[in-house]
């Protein structure tokens, strides 16, 4: 079972910045691709983030796009997502989960083994 343990969520105003950070438990992050999702209250889960692990190649949503980056210290074994100039929109819990990848790419679907963290809470309001 592939597992991460998210961090670093918070209350923050519109325009503001967040790191959230993506720990892998019991296994090397660099072995899989790693996507990260938001959940609004009454939304749907929804993919706003991946990373391929072998090529580094990445994809962001249209609605964060220019305003979200990741990161990787693969000493510490963690992803960060750098979310800045936050909007009320991005408000939710977020999660990373290993994700499958394709060819160079990564996408959004979800490997056999992968299991859902408790998340991190976002909160972007004045």
């Known amino acids: 079972q592939l597992q991460f343990v998210e961090s670093g969520g918070g209350l923050v105003q519109p325009g503001g910045s967040l790191r959230l950070s993506c720990q892998a438990s019991?296994?090397?992050?660099?072995?899989?691709?790693i996507g990260w999702f938001r959940q609004a209250p009454g939304k749907d889960r929804e993919g706003v983030s991946c990373?391929?692990?072998?090529?580094?190649?990445?994809n962001f949503v249209d609605s964060v796009k220019g305003r979200f980056s990741l990161s990787r210290d693969d000493a510490k074994n963690t992803l960060y997502l750098h979310m800045n100039n936050l909007k009320v929109e991005d408000t939710g819990v977020y999660y990373c989960?290993?994700?499958?990848?394709?060819?160079?790419?990564?996408?959004?679907?979800?490997?056999?083994?992968?299991?859902w963290g408790q998340g991190t809470q976002v909160t972007v309001s004045a």
């Open positions: 989960v290993p994700v499958v990848a394709s060819d160079r790419f990564c996408t959004y679907r979800l490997k056999p083994t992968s299991i």
């Open positions: 019991g296994f090397t992050l660099r072995t899989t691709a």
């Open positions: 990373i391929n692990n072998r090529t580094s190649f990445a």
